[in-house]
């Protein structure tokens, strides 16, 4: 079966990273359903994940901003579309790794 991602220009390649950046850093998408809204490869957009942010949840580390800007967690919750239960989680594991 062919391969049926796309190869970009230079050009092409930074504004989709660009793009990339803007749409990763509200949270919202995961870096599978935005590689298959872009029709590129997965481990593409990882790598660019990983150097961008950094290893680890994106979304966590949104959760946690949120928190420490002074919104409640009900809000913060509705917002990601998750449990209170999933965003109290995320403060507390941000919490533990930054004691150690």
Request: no cysteine; glycine share 4%; hydrophobic share 30%.
């Amino acid at each position: 079966m062919k391969d049926t991602k796309r190869r970009f220009t230079k050009q092409q390649n930074h504004n989709l990273k660009q793009k990339f950046k803007s749409d990763f850093t509200t949270g919202l998408y995961s870096i599978e359903q935005l590689a298959r809204n872009y029709n590129v490869g997965f481990r593409k957009l990882l790598k660019w994940k990983h150097e961008i942010f950094g290893k680890g949840s994106i979304k966590q580390k949104r959760m946690f901003q949120m928190h420490l800007s002074g919104l409640p967690t009900k809000a913060i919750a509705k917002f990601f579309n998750v449990p209170i239960s999933q965003v109290h989680r995320s403060i507390r594991e941000h919490n533990n790794t930054q004691k150690t």
